[in-house]
C-alpha cells in the first residue's frame, strides 16, 4: 500500500507541475503554459482575492475537515505512521479531485499552484514518515491552508483550527 500511496502522490506531483486545473486540455493533447513560469510567490489580484469555483472549494474544505480531525492527534504526539498515512491519503484524494474538475482562470490557477504544490509537499512528508517529519507535512498543509484563505475568495472559509 506504502508504494502505491507513492506511486499516487508523484502522479499528483507531476499533474501539478504540468497544470494544475487544465485537466480538460491535457486530456484533449493539447499544451498549457502560463506563460513566462510559474511566478514566485503568491500575489492578490489587484488588492483582490482570486476566484475560486465550486470544485476548489468542496477539495480545499474537505482537506481542511481531515487535517482538523486530527489535529489533536497530532498536536499530542500521538500520531501513527500509519494514521499519516490514511491523512496523507484523503489529502491526495481531494488534490486530485480538484486537479481533474477545478476550472480557474489562467492567473487564479498559477498563483493556485503555489497552494496545492505545498499541500501535495506535506501530504508526501506525512506518507513517507512517522514521527517529527510528518508532523512538519501536517503543518505544511495547516499553513498553506491559511495561505489559501488570505489570497483566494471562499465565501465563509475558516481555517484548520476553526474547523470543528
Known amino acids: 500500500m506504502f508504494t502505491r500511496l507513492k506511486k499516487i502522490a508523484a502522479t499528483l506531483s507531476t499533474a501539478l507541475l504540468l497544470n494544475v486545473c ?17 511566478p514566485a510567490q503568491l500575489t492578490l489580484d489587484h488588492g483582490r482575492k482570486w476566484p475560486t469555483d465550486a470544485n476548489l472549494r468542496q477539495g480545499m474544505e474537505r482537506i481542511r475537515d481531515a487535517l482538523a480531525a ?16 490514511a491523512l496523507a491519503q484523503k489529502v491526495n484524494v481531494q488534490t486530485e479531485f ?25 501530504a508526501d512528508a506525512m506518507a513517507g514518515q512517522g514521527g517529527s517529519k510528518a508532523r512538519k507535512g501536517a503543518e505544511k498543509i495547516v499553513h498553506a ?13 475558516r481555517g484548520v483550527s476553526h474547523a470543528h
Not at 22 to 38: C, I, K, P, Q, Y
Not at 106 to 119: E, G, P, R
Not at 145 to 157: A, D, I, K
Request: charged share 20%; net charge negative; proline share 1%.
Open 22 to 38: 487544465a485537466g480538460n486540455v491535457l486530456a484533449e493533447g493539447h499544451s498549457h503554459s502560463h506563460g513566462a513560469g510559474e
Open 145 to 157: 491552508l491559511e495561505t489559501y484563505g488570505r489570497f483566494f475568495e471562499h465565501s465563509g472559509w
Open 70 to 85: 486530527e489535529l489533536p492527534a497530532i498536536h499530542a504526539g500521538k500520531m501513527t505512521a500509519g494514521q499519516y498515512r
Open 98 to 122: 480538484m486537479v481533474k474538475n477545478c476550472k480557474l482562470d489562467q492567473q487564479a490557477d498559477a498563483m493556485l499552484h503555489l497552494v496545492l504544490a505545498d499541500i501535495v509537499a506535506g
